[in-house]
Structures are given as structure tokens and as C-alpha cells.
């Protein structure tokens, strides 16, 4: 039968609620069987925490059920799944995002009251402004489920007992079931709180038992003595049967005398045959199921949570720092860094990726992501300057049904300031672009310098390594490696094409400097190595060695390995030659001109031949003059 979380697990918890917020009542119940006071700190702060209990189980209910008509979010789940992030630094991605915010304002007074006046207001506006919407909503489209023979007294009371007996009643070593952290606080409750807080959760947990259940039912049972109670969950354990295996001992059960345990959580097995029982037989059904007894007969309209998804706080995505910022763009799933070889460069390697992963992506496979999720990271390196980090989300699920999904992170691949760098980086772009036009890609983008992206990948890159300073050291210096292997790599493209570029305009220049007559030959491939320019006139055999920056050469060496290979293209007299595009500095002219050497120069007037004559040569300049950074 199918069962509702709603009328199971969020009304009966918010019922519990409301019988413990009434102060006035259980104040007089304490004077009354135990002449104490709620005053008394010890007693005020274990009340106060149970309210807590209560509210952290509610507020995990309203964070996942489904029958609410407020939509969930990719971010709200991870944070949940992957995370337990804080709920107030959460961006507000969704609405439900938005609605836990505003829930979380009216809970977190309750939390922080210092005084049971303080608590009393405190509870009294959760109730106006959060309960009472709940309240109205279950009055108006929860009816009883005419397949039970329950009547509503008794369909209201199974509920309330069931999620008093599982989530109140068993203390486990974190504390009460009832406490979950997700979203709300951390979840691991310190143990000085949960020390301090024992003796008045366990008279508050003992007066529930008692309003629930009744008097006669409470003095029969062992429900008088739970304020006795000496510990959260330890047990008095009987010695283990010899030659059992750690399953066989799981198998074997609870090794203890109930008569002879004295924990709070010791009274879970008590009530379980003392009351527990002795209801589901009364009412021939299961305790725990009190989610199946009312139905769902009309929908519940958006509207009457109007107020609650306004969000009244600003966004504070903004004002986050660039780790959480990360973590929230990653959705907190561990990263590896492709590391370029010989073969596989950057962003060819990310492009086949992409391209393949939406070949894969399958409408019929399970899947975490609706899309493929891309992340693109800017660091910039100036202003209207920037490098490029891209990821993609592997979703292994959807790709050959496995559970480890993580991002693939091509780190600092491309940039946009740059010839063949920046032809990378459009080509990149393009294929994202086309992939989000047709809905099949999710791109977030984040802009965060280098420094700190390498530092965040450093301390998250997964790897089977216990986190050190030295493993984050030496993985910043491979990240540092990895970048200055992908500059280099567009750094020596752009450097061979500006040299082609000068071969280019040189052989131009050559050309239409000595006419027709003239063989004039480019790029030739000969076994002492390449020639750059050869010029064959009736007279003189030239070799040219084209040099953009001759102040990042030995001039002399490479004159003499011009002349190595002269002699292997002719047995005439012939010269070499040098073209530059930057002038060469004034030792180098020296040389030169101390060794009758010619040389052109592209954007002067010192070369003796004068070959570059009307060539425009101002785009060429700013070309050949520009460096990658």
C-alpha cells in the first residue's frame, strides 16, 4: 500500500512538536512527578534540544517530499547527497532552495533562545508562520484511507507513536534518530552538547510517552522509570559465543540482559513489547504503517506557500569564497586533471570528449544529470586578455552503469589573445555553444585566477593520497608543469607560423626583387636540414636563413650551418644570407658587418638590397612583433 511521508512523518512530527512547545504544560507535568523545575538550565537546555530534534526531522522531511508542490533542484540535491552543505550559502538555484531558507529563518530562533520566554516566542511564530500552513494543508486534502478500519483518533495516534518510537526513542552514538544535520547544522552533535543535553531530553522524551500513550498505559509500563536512564546508548554486553565470525556475530543478534541495561535507547526494546505490540494488535495493523492511513484527495495548491518562497535574504553566491564557489559549480564531485602527451593535446582532447559523451548520452539510461554538465573556468592574465580551464562531468551512470562520476578537468588549455591559442579557445566555444543550443549541455562558468584554481585543485584533485602539505605541494608544481607545457606548446606554434609568415614575405619580397630569370626556391628539405630560402641567379647561389628575433639565436652558428648546407645544393660560389623581422642588436650588427654578411631586415631601411620596398608591412609588424604572455 502505498504510504505518504506527509501525512507519515511530517504531521505526526509536527504534532510532537506542538505537544513539547507547550511549555506551560510540561512544566506542570515536571513539578508534579519529578518537583522540578524548567527553569533549571540543565533541564531547559535538553527541552530546548528535543525541540530541535524535532525541528531537524521535519525540516529533513520538507527537504526531499515529493507531495509538495514546490520544485527541487540539481544544486539542493547534491548539496544534500554529496556534501551536507550549509543551506544558507546555498545559491538560490530553486525554489525549494528558497523555501528551506525561509523555513530555517522561524527555526533558527528556537535554536539560539538563551530563556523559556525567549523559546516560547520563538515557538509561537514557527507555529503562525511555518506549522499552521501544514496544519491547513492537512485538514484540507488528507482524508482517511477508507481501506483501513481505523478510525481517525486511532489513525492519528499511529503515526504519532511510530515516529516517537523510531526517531525520538532510539539514541545511537550521534544521539537521537530524530537529529539529522543536513542542511541545518553540522551533523556530527559535539559530545559536551550531547552530554549536557541528556537529563532534559530524557524527562521530555518521558512526559511524550506519558501525553501520548496515556496514564494508565504510562504507570503500567516501564515508561516510568526512562528518566533513570543513565546513558544515550551504552549496553551491558554478554560475552560472545567462542568461534563465531564477525557475520555470524552480527547474525547472532543483540548480546545483552534487557532487565539488567540502563541506557535511554535500552527502553526502545522495552516499548516495542509493551506498547508497540500490544497497539498493532489492537488495531490489527503495523506500527509503522501510519503513512498508508490517510490518502491524498486533492492537490496541494502552490499558493498557500506564497509567503515562504519569497526569499528575503540576498543571493549569497556572490559573497562566497572561491573554494565554495568551486565546490558549487562542481557540485561537490571529486576531479581528476588530463595531463596533454605527445598525441593528445587540451582542447582537441576536451572537444572529442564532449563530442563523444553526447553520442553516449542516451535517453532511455539512468542517469544523475538531465545534461552533460561543462564548466568553463576564465583566469585572466590582463585586462581583455584570459587563459581557459574546461571540464566536463563524467557521468559514468549513464555511460556503462557505474557509480563513480567525477569532473575530467582540461587545466589552463587555451587562452583568447592569441593566434593559433585563441583559434583553439573559438573552436571550443563553438561545439559548447552548439551543444547548449540543442539542449544537450549545461555550461557554468566562473571566473577565478589561476592561482586560486590551481590551489583548490591541489587540495581536491582525487587521489588514493593521504593529504599532506607535501602531496598539495607537489601536486601545485605538476599543475604549474602541466601549465607551462600547455603555453609552451601554443607559444612554439605560434612561433613556427610567424616564421613561415617572414619565409613567406621574404620569397615575395626575393621574387619580385630579381624578376623571372631568377630561381628562387622555398622551404626545401635537404639531409644536412632544412633551407628556408635559396635564391639561383647566373652570377651567385644564395641560402637565406629567415630569422623573426635574431637576438634569441647564435648568429655566427647558424651562419656556419648555412654554410654546410650551401655546399650540398651547388658547387658554385654562393653566400648565405640572413632576413630578419626584428632588428638585430648593435653586436649583432657588428658581426655581421665585420664578416661582409648581408641581411635584410623587414621593417628598415638598412637592408642593402632593399628587397621589402612597398611591401605594407604594418599588419605583418603587429604580427611578427607580438609575443604570447
Not at 238 to 254: F, T, V
Not at 420 to 441: C, D, M, S, W
Not at 534 to 562: F, R, S
Not at 586 to 591: H, L
Amino acid at each position: 500500500m502505498e504510504t505518504h511521508t506527509f501525512a507519515g512523518d511530517i504531521i505526526p512530527t509536527l504534532r510532537i512538536f506542538e505537544l513539547v512547545g507547550d511549555a506551560k504544560s510540561y512544566q506542570a507535568w515536571l513539578k508534579e512527578h519529578h518537583n522540578l523545575e524548567l527553569t533549571d538550565p540543565v533541564l531547559f537546555n535538553g527541552y530546548k534540544f528535543f525541540l530541535e530534534c524535532a525541528l531537524s526531522k521535519f525540516f529533513s522531511d520538507i527537504t526531499t517530499e515529493e507531495e509538495l508542490p514546490i520544485p527541487h533542484g540539481v544544486l539542493l540535491a547534491c548539496a544534500r547527497s554529496h556534501a551536507y552543505y550549509p543551506l544558507e550559502k546555498l545559491p538560490n538555484s530553486c525554489e525549494r532552495t528558497i523555501f528551506l531558507k525561509e523555513v530555517l529563518e522561524y527555526i533558527k530562533p528556537i535554536s539560539k533562545a538563551k530563556s523559556l520566554s525567549a523559546l516560547e516566542k520563538s515557538i509561537r511564530s514557527f507555529k503562525t508562520n511555518v506549522k499552521n500552513i501544514f496544519d491547513e494543508i492537512f485538514q484540507k486534502c488528507y482524508k482517511l484511507n477508507p481501506d483501513n478500519k481505523i478510525d481517525l483518533e486511532g489513525a492519528l495516534k499511529i503515526p504519532l507513536i511510530d515516529n516517537l518510537f523510531i526517531h525520538f526513542t532510539q539514541a545511537f552514538n550521534n544521539g537521537p534518530a530524530a537529529y539529522n544535520g543536513e542542511l541545518l547544522k553540522d551533523f556530527w552533535i559535539p559530545e559536551d552538547k550531547l552530554n549536557s543535553c541528556f537529563l532534559g531530553y530524557k524527562y521530555t522524551l518521558q512526559y511524550m510517552w506519558y501525553t501520548v500513550v496515556g496514564k494508565k498505559l504510562f504507570q503500567e509500563s516501564s515508561l516510568v522509570n526512562m528518566h533513570t536512564a543513565d546513558s544515550w546508548s551504552e549496553y551491558k554486553y554478554l560475552p560472545a559465543p567462542e568461534g563465531l565470525s564477525e557475520m555470524e556475530l552480527l547474525i547472532h543478534g543483540d548480546r545483552f540482559k534487557l532487565e539488567e541495561q540502563t541506557s535511554l535507547d535500552s527502553y526502545f526494546h522495552r516499548i516495542r513489547e509493551e506498547i508497540v505490540l500490544p497497539i498493532e494488535k489492537e488495531y490489527n495493523t503495523s506500527i509503522l504503517s501510519g503513512g498508508s492511513l490517510f490518502i491524498q484527495h486533492k492537490k496541494i495548491p502552490k499558493s498557500i506557500f506564497k509567503k515562504l518562497l519569497k526569499p528575503s535574504k540576498p543571493d549569497p553566491y556572490k559573497s562566497l569564497e572561491t573554494k565554495d564557489k568551486i565546490d558549487i559549480i562542481l557540485y561537490w564531485y571529486s576531479a581528476e586533471v588530463f595531463e596533454p602527451g605527445e598525441m593528445h593535446n587540451g582542447v582537441p582532447a576536451f572537444m572529442t570528449n564532449l563530442a563523444g559523451t553526447v553520442a553516449l548520452m542516451q535517453k532511455d539510461r539512468e542517469r544523475e544529470f538531465e545534461k552533460i554538465q561543462v564548466a568553463r573556468f576564465i583566469h585572466e592574465v590582463e585586462q581583455g586578455k584570459h587563459r581557459y580551464s574546461y571540464s566536463i562531468l563524467i557521468d559514468t551512470k549513464a555511460a556503462a552503469d557505474h557509480y563513480h562520476s567525477g569532473w575530467l578537468i582540461y587545466y589552463d588549455c587555451c587562452g583568447d589573445y592569441s593566434g593559433f591559442a585563441g583559434r583553439e579557445f573559438r573552436n571550443a566555444e563553438g561545439l559548447i555553444q552548439k551543444y547548449v543550443k540543442t539542449g544537450k549541455v549545461n555550461l557554468q562558468t566562473l571566473e577565478v585566477s589561476k592561482e586560486d584554481f590551481t590551489k583548490y585543485l591541489a587540495n581536491h584533485i582525487h587521489k588514493n593520497e593521504f593529504l599532506t602539505e607535501q602531496v598539495i605541494n607537489e601536486r601545485t608544481k605538476k599543475l604549474e608543469e602541466l601549465s607551462k607545457l600547455q603555453v609552451a606548446k601554443t607559444q612554439n606554434i605560434f612561433g613556427d607560423a610567424k616564421g613561415i609568415i617572414l619565409e613567406l614575405v621574404t620569397y615575395y619580397a626575393l621574387s619580385q626583387y630579381h624578376g623571372p630569370n631568377t630561381k628562387i626556391s622555398w622551404s626545401l628539405n635537404k639531409k644536412n636540414g632544412e633551407i628556408d630560402i635559396l635564391v639561383v641567379t647566373e652570377t651567385v647561389t644564395k641560402l637565406i636563413e629567415c630569422k623573426v628575433n635574431p637576438n634569441n639565436c647564435n648568429l655566427e652558428k647558424e651562419y656556419q650551418k648555412g654554410k654546410q648546407k650551401l655546399t650540398k645544393v651547388t658547387d658554385n660560389k654562393g653566400k648565405v644570407e640572413f632576413a630578419f623581422a626584428s632588428l638585430p642588436n648593435p653586436r649583432a650588427i657588428k658581426w655581421l658587418k665585420e664578416n661582409s654578411i648581408d641581411y635584410h631586415y623587414l621593417f628598415g631601411n638598412t637592408d642593402p638590397s632593399n628587397i621589402f620596398k612597398g611591401i605594407k608591412i604594418s599588419n605583418l609588424k603587429r604580427i611578427l612583433d607580438y609575443s604570447l604572455k
